[in-house]
């Protein structure tokens, strides 16, 4: 169960890495709007060339630490809510 855990979290701070790269593309308007899409780029290149311990926990059936699942999921959370709150507060300036 907590390899499940540590997969879904590491789902959803790929795809808020995602997100923030949208949003800086949205409401940065200099030179380094693309970098962090590319630094993403890299990151998701390299999780699939060097597995994450969770991946590579899922894929050999042992099971991922419950301490190290929590952790993963409440940073992936927090970064998301992050960026949703900083959604919130760019979009109401603009």
Known sequence: M???IGL???IIYAA??????V?????????????PALATAVYYVLLVIAPAPVGQAMRDGI???W???????ASALAL???????????KERK
Do not use: I, K, Q
């Open 67 to 73: 301490g190290d699942a929590a952790r993963n999921s």
């Open 2 to 4: 907590s390899t499940w």
């Open 16 to 21: 808020t890495l995602g997100g923030v790269c």
């Open 80 to 90: 998301l809510s992050g960026l949703v709150l900083l959604h919130r507060v760019l």
């Open 23 to 35: 949003m800086v593309w949205r409401y940065y308007r200099g030179f380094g709007r693309c970098l």
């Open 63 to 65: 099971p991922y630490p």
């Open 8 to 10: 879904l979290a590491l």
